[in-house]
């Protein structure tokens, strides 16, 4: 599995975070960027990581800003890109089921690290339903 990364300065710490977590689970990790706390604009890094997904539609997407709601709203701007902004374990265990979802968007200012990991775990774990009328709903606006 391979998961892609990016993040904003409002995510950047817990961008770190999430990526040692997942390391620590011997998951190939490629990290779009930014690179430090200071200010930048997150459709940058969205635009990066759609990028990169959309090269390998087999990739999970994670975007972290501080509400996570900028970054759903610009990925969600392309083509093939199904952007969740998940702040519950529940969310994002339902929008892997039944939304297929390709991207986890989060908002650091939002989660603390704990529950943002608990999330990140769900999402990559839980694998799309393949049910016709959850294939049927996402083909009407993918
Ligand atoms: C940056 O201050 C903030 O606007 C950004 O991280 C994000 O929350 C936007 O939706």
């Given amino acids: 599995m391979k998961i892609i990364i990016g ?3 409002g995510g950047f710490l817990l961008k770190l975070e999430i990526i040692e977590h997942l390391r620590a689970r011997n998951i190939e990790i490629v990290d779009v960027g930014c690179d430090s706390e200071q200010s930048c604009d997150y459709p940058i890094y969205a635009k990066k990581l759609t990028d990169e997904i959309k090269n390998d539609s087999s990739a999970l997407g994670i975007l972290v800003c ?5 970054m759903s709203m610009a990925a969600n701007k ?3 890109i199904r952007a969740a902004l998940c702040h519950d374990t529940f969310s994002a265990e339902a ?4 939304n297929n979802a390709n991207i986890l968007c989060m908002g ?3 989660v603390g690290p704990g529950l943002a990991l608990k999330i990140v775990d769900t999402f990559i774990d839980t694998p799309f339903s393949n049910d016709e009328r959850h294939i049927r709903r ?3 606006y993918s």
């Fill in 7 to 9: 993040s904003d300065h």
């Fill in 138 to 140: 996402i083909s009407m």
């Fill in 78 to 80: 392309v083509e093939g």
């Fill in 108 to 110: 650091a200012r939002v």
């Fill in 66 to 70: 501080g509400t996570g709601i900028g």
């Fill in 95 to 98: 929008t892997r089921e039944h």
